[in-house]
């Protein structure tokens, strides 16, 4: 979610993703983990953790018919959840400000024909 900055060590925030992918216990996680995740993963390059990201079937990481990120019966709506997967979404398309990759956030095998329109990659 935040910028690429001078000196962001890249190393030390794939070895992060790596270890919450490894260690999180994911019945105690909130909807907006996942979009973090997916846009670490595009920030990194590694589109394929990205997609997996927003696509784990885990309770806090679905959607309900109207749309709304479910967590649990008291909170069946959770907007957080919503827009970061709107900005994980936007982040994996555009790469972010001075990422310079085409599509970041998705895999480059051949599955995946994206477009978008009127993302300015601000990120």
């Not at 001078?6 to 979009?35: C, N, Q, S």
């Not at 670490?40 to 309900?64: C, H, Q």
Request: charged fraction near 20%; hydrophobic fraction near 40%.
């Amino acid at each position: 979610m935040l910028p690429a900055v001078h000196g962001l060590d890249t190393a030390v925030m794939g070895r992060t993703l790596d270890l919450v992918k490894r260690v999180w216990d994911w019945d105690e996680t909130w909807g907006w983990d996942y979009p973090m995740m997916a846009m670490t993963a595009a920030r990194l390059g590694r589109g394929e953790d990205a997609v997996s990201a927003l696509l784990m079937p885990e309770r806090t990481n679905t959607y309900l018919r109207n749309g709304h990120n479910y967590q649990d019966g008291r909170l069946t709506i959770y907007l957080p959840g919503n827009g970061g997967r709107l900005s994980a979404l936007a982040l994996m398309c555009t790469g972010g400000e001075g990422q310079g990759a085409e599509l970041p956030g998705f895999p480059k095998d051949g599955r995946w024909k994206v477009r978008y329109e009127g993302l300015s990659g601000v990120f």
